[in-house]
Each structure stands twice: as C-alpha cells, then as structure tokens.
C-alpha cells in the first residue's frame, strides 16, 4: 500500500501559519486560537505542530487551501474548471497561465509606453527657449546636408554606376 506523501515540507507549512495567522494584538506573534479554529483543533496542537511536524491531514489541508481561490467579495463567481483553467464570472471568459502572463505583459509595456512617453514630452517641454530649439533644428539639418552628401559620394553609392574601386582610381591617377 502506497503512503500518500505532501509536496509540502515542514517549512511550508510553517511558513503558512506565520503569514496567514499573525496576531493583531501582538505583532510578530502568531494567533494560536484563530489557527487552532482553522485546523479544527486546539491552540496547544497547532503549537507543537510549529515546534515538530505537521501531520499530513494538515499538509493537505495547507495543500488545498494555496490553491484555492480566496473566499471574498473581489473574487466571487471564480473558479477552476477540469482543464485547469481560470473561469471568470463573465460568460466564456476562462484563462490558462500563459494567457494571464500574457495579459501581465501586455499591461506592462502599456506602462513602459505610457512612461516613455511623458518622459519625451518632459524633454520637449524642457525646450522653452526658441532660440534653442531653433540652434537644434539648425544642426539638425546640418546633419541631414551631411548625411545626403555622403550618401551620394562614390564611396557608398556603389549601386548608382560608380562600379571602379577608389584604390584603382588613385593608381591611375599616380
């Protein structure tokens, strides 16, 4: 007969008490009592279990309960369905985990857009002085002048008909 074994291990478990009953009164502490009433047993047994090990009903309890959606107003109408995926309250909206990571992702570069942009219009509206945006529009002709110039130098522009190498010219020329 097979031993029906947890994938949680004594620290899970203990992390879960800790994070899930801290004692209002007495911060840093846990709530034995509201522990105790979670498990179905007494305050004195959630302790020793702390302090030993936790029995595997309350391995599976802990177990079901991480993956469980939370009983509250926010998340009434969700669940899971056979496949594993998230059911939503709105009728043939259901979810796997990368469509969920996906949604995350989408949201987030929206951000990353949203940032980039106020931090062009900062930049732009940090040019208050006409004369410098005039001082910038100016080189930046210049840099186009430049740039048409070379573009149109026998160096790169290969495919307009200057098919001689420059090193064949300068040696007819010495």
Sequence with gaps: MKKNVSALNHTDCRFFVISNFQNPKQPGRIDLEAAGRWFGVSPHTVKRWMRLEFPLMAQKLIEMSNRAIPNTKAWKGFGFDHDGKLITPYVGHKF??????????????????????????????????????????????????????????????????????????SNKES
Excluded at 127 to 135: C, N, P
Aim: proline share 3%; aromatic share 6%; charged share 40%.
């Design 96 to 169: 796997t985990p990368d469509e969920l990571l996906w949604v995350w992702f989408e949201r987030d570069e929206k951000d990353a857009a949203k940032l980039d942009l106020k931090l062009a219009n900062d930049r732009i509206n940090a040019l208050q002085d006409e004369d410098e945006r005039q001082a910038i529009i100016e080189e930046l002709q210049t840099c186009i002048q430049t740039l048409e110039k070379v573009q149109k130098s026998p160096l790169v522009s290969h495919r307009l008909g200057f098919s001689r190498s420059v090193k064949r010219e």
